[in-house]
């Protein structure tokens, strides 16, 4: 483990609203299409966490049990929305329905290679609008009143700005020192640190 920290700023923001979600523009053409992941996937939602997480050092569940991807995929309320670019997984949103009628975006993000194509705005759209309404696929659910997130200064650079123009809040900001880890990457040298 390298001695060097790094500071890392985290925002929470939040919509409490239907009526806050500002859509993006979906992409031109036809090659763009999301899908939710109904059967749960261990498999598949390591792959989508390593793979869009892989040069932004997403670290938290690369050690995680086959058993802990279950459980936490197979929750009530836990969904996962895929962006597909003409059957390529491009993305994904994994979104959390928690007790008290909120939402939370838990990962959001593109595959390195499918950045700057305008789809990350589409996605963030698409899953935010299925939050609001997730109560309607989980009979006894408390309706959506809250739909928030986080993001933090290793994320994508356009990650914070593509949150406020689909209309996301800040109500917390955080600073503090963490480790300065090496990315993870899908394999060496794949996406070197800008």
Known sequence: MSSNTLTVTT????????????PATPPEGDGVRIARAEIPSPEF??????????DIRWLDRLGWTYAQ?????????????????????AGYVEL?????GAVEVVYFGLIPAFRGRRI???????????????????????????VWLHTCSKDGEHAMANYERRGFKVFHTSTEEEPDLPTAGPWPGAFPAA
């Open 69 to 89: 991807w279950q459980e936490q995929l197979s929750r009530p309320g836990a969904e996962t929305w895929v962006a597909y670019d003409k059957g390529t997984p």
């Open 96 to 100: 959390d329905a928690q007790d008290d």
């Open 120 to 146: 990350g705005g589409h996605l963030l759209s698409y899953a935010v609008a299925r939050a609001w309404d997730l109560a309607e696929r989980w009979p006894g659910r408390t309706p959506t009143k809250r």
């Open 11 to 22: 925002w929470s923001l939040e919509q409490t609203a239907p009526s806050d979600l500002r």
């Open 45 to 54: 939602s390591r792959f989508l966490y390593a793979s869009v997480g892989s």
